[in-house]
């Protein structure tokens, strides 16, 4: 008797791929913000001229003294890029800013290759768009910072171990590789941390084989004369800094032999972390709600990582949310993990969240762009002046051609229909993508104005007399005030308190110095601790 089988269908359908469009998404990712605009607070300032004042590589000096607030390997990088393309490809701030750019698409690349090795085909690309969608690795991919550099140590490290059971000296590599980025930008402790959660995995069955002891000794043996290579160059090259280096900067924010510290920080970064890893922290949730990922290897690596990285964090003495790049990729992988198993439902509400949430920013900033420079609506164009009172209209043929073609490209990808998991994660990227452009090709000129110094510097040169030889002094202290005053002025500054002119940064309530007389007085806008005034001496 013939009877009729229907077909087995498969419980997810076959997804169309283009990892051009990935390339496409990433590269466009990457710019807006890098370009055309001045340095911005809180750490462009100090270290652009940091980059500027760095006669050797592996010590870099802020106003003559050490700095090792920042790793070494970013300042040699940022230099590097200013000999490159200053002046006939990028102005000097531009050009130094693609040092961030370099060590964040490594660190998406070592993230995503982690993903793919982990999880298998398909899954790095859905890691890249996690993190790309997240809006914490926004600043530290476009701006001057010392995070870049820890993304892409902790991307490298991830990558190794996903292969270490395949390629041992490739692993080994990546992992002495990373973790050295990770020790020049977070101390000897967080570099250490690496290997020692690679040793937490010896104690899991699913880890235990001797290929993996090979590429983890391996690791050890590849890492440990990296870690001394920084510390014996500085000791035979400048042994007063490596002194001070030893003592007060070896192991990162938790200081060095002479000053460690540590501080309990539990609170603060989780309640950052609700935004700062999103959409990675739910997708993480989702993939440990679905059991059994726990008895992985990929999943007892990222909870040995996150188990140490997340002490790490919690008794750091540093209170800055970025440092949360620590864990943002490892969740980004988990996130990635069931992505392609998110119930339709879940799918769609990740979905319209994003065209929602993101739509409506596209609309605010499209309506604000006409307002802050023609005027309607009247109430937000009193708002912005409120809000940027330098800004002067200046509209450009680039930015707006820009802006005007990534709005219909996001309302053509999201038109899409049958969303799963991966459409969703997407089109979030992709929204996050839209703002992101909007905000630093519309507003640019807007934000520019209401935080760079470059307007108030303005203001102060106007009242000095034209073609003056007289010098002006600002005191090492007044930190602000001098960094805005070097990289805008064009009146010469001298560090002698005989200057006939004096700047000083002062607080809202600090009584200035009743000496002299005072040219001129001001802020930033809305800026409500800091205020500058300039004084003539001799009046």
């Known amino acids: 008797m013939l009877t009729y089988s229907s077909v087995p269908q498969k419980n997810h359908e076959r997804q169309r791929e283009y990892p051009w469009a990935l390339l496409l998404l990433v590269f466009v990712w990457l710019w807006p913000g890098v370009f055309s605009h001045d340095l911005w607070k809180p750490t462009e300032p100090q270290l652009f001229y940091m980059i500027q004042e760095t006669r050797f590589a592996w010590l870099p000096t802020f106003q003559g003294k050490p700095n090792f607030e920042v790793a070494p390997v970013y300042i040699f990088v940022a230099q590097l890029f200013q000999k490159l393309l200053t002046p006939w490809a990028a102005e000097p701030f531009a050009a130094t800013r693609f040092a961030s750019v370099f060590f964040t698409t490594l660190g998406l690349l070592g993230s995503g290759m982690a993903g793919y090795r982990f999880l298998g085909k398909y899954c790095g690309r859905s890691v890249v768009l996690i993190l790309i969608g997240s809006v914490g690795l926004l600043p530290i991919g476009h701006f001057l910072g010392a995070q870049s550099p820890i993304f892409a140590g902790v991307g490298l490290a991830l990558w190794g171990y996903s292969v270490a059971q395949r390629q041992v000296v490739f692993s080994s590599i990546l992992i002495g590789l990373g973790t050295t980025l990770l020790a020049q930008s977070v101390g000897l402790i967080g570099a250490l941390l690496v290997l020692f959660s690679g040793s937490l995995l010896c104690l899991s069955q699913v880890w235990r084989s001797n290929r993996y002891y090979l590429a983890h000794l391996c690791a050890w043996a590849v890492t440990l004369p990296l870690l001394t290579v920084y510390p014996v160059t500085l000791l035979l090259m400048q042994p007063h800094a490596f002194n001070e280096y030893m003592q007060t900067a070896v ?75 620590l864990i943002l990729p490892i969740l980004a992988i988990l996130g990635a993990a069931q992505l392609d198993h998110l119930r339709r439902g879940a799918a769609a509400f990740l979905n319209w969240f994003g065209i929602m949430t993101f739509g409506l920013a596209a609309i605010f900033l499209w309506v604000g762009f006409v307002a802050m420079n023609y005027g309607f609506p009247a109430k937000l164009a009193e708002r912005a002046v409120y809000f940027s009172p330098f800004y002067t209209r200046k509209i450009s043929i680039m930015p707006m051609l820009v802006a005007g073609i990534f709005t219909p490209m996001w309302i053509i990808a999201i038109t899409r229909k049958r969303i799963r998991g991966r459409q969703a994660i997407t089109n979030w990227a992709a929204g996050t993508t839209l703002v992101w452009a909007l905000l630093m090709t519309l507003f640019l000129p807007w934000i520019d104005s209401a935080k760079s110094y470059r307007p108030i510097v303005q203001q102060m040169q106007s009242v000095l007399p034209e073609n003056t030889l007289d010098c002006v002094f600002i005191k090492p202290q007044h930190q602000d005030a001098w960094l805005a005053w070097q990289q805008y002025a064009r009146i010469h500054y001298r560090d002698d308190e005989r200057c006939r002119y004096h700047l000083v940064e002062y607080r809202a309530d600090e009584m200035l110095p009743e000496k002299g007389k005072i040219l001129w007085q001001g802020r930033r806008p809305r800026n409500k601790t800091e205020r500058f005034a300039l004084i003539d001496m001799q009046s």
């Open 251 to 325: 192991f990162g924010s938790f200081g060095g032999l002479q000053h460690f510290q540590a501080a309990f920080h539990f609170v603060y970064f989780v309640k950052h972390s609700l935004w700062f890893t999103f959409p990675a922290l739910p997708l993480t949730f989702w993939t440990l709600s679905r059991g059994g990922i726990l008895k992985t290897k990929v999943g007892v690596f990222a909870f040995s990582w996150l188990i140490v990285f997340g002490l790490f964090l919690i008794f750091t003495p540093l209170k800055n949310q970025n440092l949360l790049v």
